[in-house]
């Protein structure tokens, strides 16, 4: 029997792991931001520290959440049919690449582990997750993909 | 689409990360006292590229045409240090840094596992063991342990009957006897110096003025470039001056990243250093350096190096500091890790090495061709130096990437003979003439 909506495959009762592994790595990379524009008007290392740590952490959950979500894509022809599942993907595949980026440039020693690329990669990964996040709501608000049917649409 | 588009990135990313760094250059443009410094170069990867430590089996240093090498002294456990006594004794100062603290970012844990890879895996002891020549051959007959139970000791100094040890947080005095072999009074706090809990630089060489009234100390900082914040730089990278009779003490020269091998110039008087300068601008910056010290002056670090060049990695930026920073006189090259320095008085050693310098090069991680690794002579001229370096003890890489072992203190014993400290190779190594 097939449901009438965009099915997730990469799940555990019915509940997708996606969605539940890629809060992490956007809240990570939002604080980044928020800790990379302090460290720039402080230049106090604490902060800078605290960017290297959430890099890391992130960008190893992305991992996972990333996997998560390719299974996704590839498991259901229905999910690779929408417009918002591809610019979800490629977008946040840039994030996740752009992050490791990051996370390298904030190995550097001191003020320039930040300004100037840390912080504009920072920035530019905040937006990219704005896009992709809206696209990403979509997909489930929308066209309810991992959705399970209601009651009625069961036939 | 998906996959070719994720591919390329791939490739992007890889090329970015290996394929931006600078060739290095001939270290021998960064040698003398007008170093050749490109442009600064900030990596994505900094190379970690630390010689794998194999151990000397019976094999020795290879020394320049009309030098011999020996072993003085094997077996040992982290010798880093090497003082001679007035009657001939020789003390081996065995040492290893404090454990590292907890880390404070990512990059901690990575640095903390090269720092554990470029070292010998036998636990370093913390102790000064003494060595004596009873039949004049040269190489010692008897070993004993001088002092115990000490906290990374490194510089040691005699000043008439008072022993004084440079441990990693305090400058410790022990009364000492001509021919003691073993010292078991407990010593007397002269004067803490900037410690734990960081502690990046631990290694505080020491000497004595000329005339015995003061102590000179060296001090490294507590980072490459002030990452762990400017409140950890308190004290540091500075040579201390501290009052013998009254343990107070005072900055004597700053910007000195890791200031070593303090030694006065036999001629001049003047104080002298051997100094690690910073990394992470590329294989061929910052050339560390051989100089005099002047009484208040600065060097640089963190602001600027080599004089007026300023690193853009210190915020707040000062450049009232780095208008008065001072050229250091002579360039060793880039990360060659100079640590042990001795101006050489003897008469063993042929004459082409009288009353120059022999400096002690533990050798580079952070370039990808290796550099330093072995001991060098420069040469002097009125209390200056002049010309080019010339190896002189060489023979610790092995396999083009491979260490033997790792030079570090220096001293001339009674004889005139040249005694290297090999932390690596568990070794005291013994210079002199090929044919007496």
Redesign the interface.
């Known amino acids: 029997m097939l449901s009438p909506n965009p099915r997730s495959t990469a799940s555990i009762a019915g509940h997708p792991l996606h969605v539940m592994l890629v809060p992490i790595p956007v809240v990570c990379f939002i604080a980044t931001l928020i800790t990379d524009i302090v460290y720039s008007q402080t230049?106090?290392?604490?902060w800078?520290?605290m960017s290297?740590?959430l890099l890391?952490v992130g960008v190893l959950v992305s991992f996972l959440a990333a996997a998560a979500g390719l299974v996704d894509f590839f498991g259901d022809r229905r999910i690779r049919e929408l417009r918002a599942a591809w610019i979800h993907?490629?977008g946040n595949?840039?994030v996740v690449?752009l992050s490791?980026?990051n996370m390298?440039?904030h190995?550097?020693?001191?003020?320039?582990?930040v300004v100037p690329t840390g912080l504009i990669l920072s920035a530019i990964v905040v937006l990219l997750l704005l896009v992709t996040g809206w696209n990403g709501w979509s997909m489930v608000y929308r066209h309810r993909v991992g959705v399970l049917p209601s009651r009625e649409e069961v036939p | 689409m998906m996959s070719a588009r994720s591919g390329a990135w791939g490739v992007a990313v890889m090329l970015l990360l290996t394929g931006c760094g600078p060739k290095p250059i001939d270290p021998r443009r960064q040698v003398g006292p007008e170093p050749y410094l490109p442009p600064i170069h900030q990596y994505l990867l900094p190379p970690m590229h630390v010689a794998k430590i194999v151990g000397w089996n019976g094999a020795t240093p290879t020394a320049a045409a009309g030098l011999k090498v020996q072993a003085f002294a094997t077996g040992l456990a982290g010798p880093r240090s090497v003082y001679v006594l007035p009657n001939g004794d020789v003390l081996v100062v065995e040492s290893g840094g404090p454990p590292p603290p907890s880390p404070s970012r990512p990059k901690d844990i990575v640095m903390n596992w090269v720092e554990k890879m470029s070292h010998s895996h036998a636990k370093p002891g913390q102790r000064i063991l003494l060595f004596r020549d009873t039949n004049g051959d040269g190489l010692p007959d008897d070993k004993t342990v001088f002092i115990d139970h000490l906290k990374s000791p490194f510089g040691v100094v005699l000043v008439g009957s008072d022993l004084y040890v440079a441990n990693t947080d305090a400058v410790v005095r022990y009364p000492y006897t001509t021919g003691e072999t073993r010292i078991t009074a407990a010593g007397t706090k002269l004067c803490d110096l900037p410690g734990g809990p960081i502690d990046h630089h631990w290694t505080k060489s020491l000497t004595a003025s000329p005339d015995g009234t003061k102590l000179y100390a060296g001090v490294g900082s507590n980072s490459n470039i002030t990452e762990n914040g400017l409140q950890a730089e308190l004290g540091r990278a500075s040579v201390w001056e501290i009052d013998r009779a009254t343990g107070s003490h005072r900055e004597y020269a700053t910007g000195l990243r890791n200031p070593n091998g303090l030694q006065f110039e036999p001629q001049t008087q003047r104080l002298w250093v051997v100094v690690n300068e910073r990394d992470e601008l590329g294989p061929d910056l910052v050339p560390d350096y051989l100089t005099s010290v002047k009484d208040g002056g600065f060097y640089g670090w963190p602001y600027s190096y080599y004089g007026q060049h300023t690193d853009p990695r210190v915020k707040p930026e000062r450049p009232d500091l780095v208008s008065q920073a001072i050229v250091p006189d002579y360039a060793l090259s880039s990360h060659v890790a100079p640590l042990g320095l001795v101006f050489y008085t003897g008469t063993n050693l042929p004459a082409h090495y009288r009353g120059g310098a022999f400096v002690g090069e533990h050798g580079s991680w952070n370039r990808t061709t290796l550099n330093g690794y072995k001991v060098v002579y420069v040469p002097f001229q009125n209390g200056h130096p002049v010309g080019a370096a010339e190896d002189v003890v060489t023979g610790f890489l092995v396999d083009g990437d491979k260490a033997r072992g790792r030079p570090v203190g220096l001293a001339m014993d009674s004889q005139g003979g040249l005694l290297i400290a090999d932390d690596a190779g568990n070794s005291v190594w013994r210079v002199s003439a090929a044919s007496p």
């Open positions: 230049a106090k290392m604490l800078s520290d290297a740590w890391v993907a490629l595949v840039t690449m490791i980026f390298l440039i190995t550097r020693d001191a003020y320039t582990s």
